[in-house]
């Protein structure tokens, strides 16, 4: 098994290689817990139910999971026009 240590300066290694800067200009940095939030976030608007996303991540409640996941201007305007 990858040290977390190690799997944090891999991903490090490999986005500074890219060149990608964030919006301050500085390297983007990432830590191996950023891609449980991008998968539940991707997951999630790709239409897998969020109770199982909640089972493969291993949160005991909903309101975890859903917390890991972004919501998108879009997908607000969208939610807001169904509800009205």
Known sequence: PISDGALREILQRALAGTGIRGHDGQPLVFTPHDF?????TDAVLN??????????CGHRDISTTMGYKAIYPAE???AHRAFI
Not at 36 to 40: D, E, P
């Open 36 to 40: 449980r939030r991008i998968f539940v």
């Open 76 to 78: 607000a305007i969208e």
């Open 47 to 56: 239409g897998l139910p969020p109770h199982i996303a909640q089972v493969i």
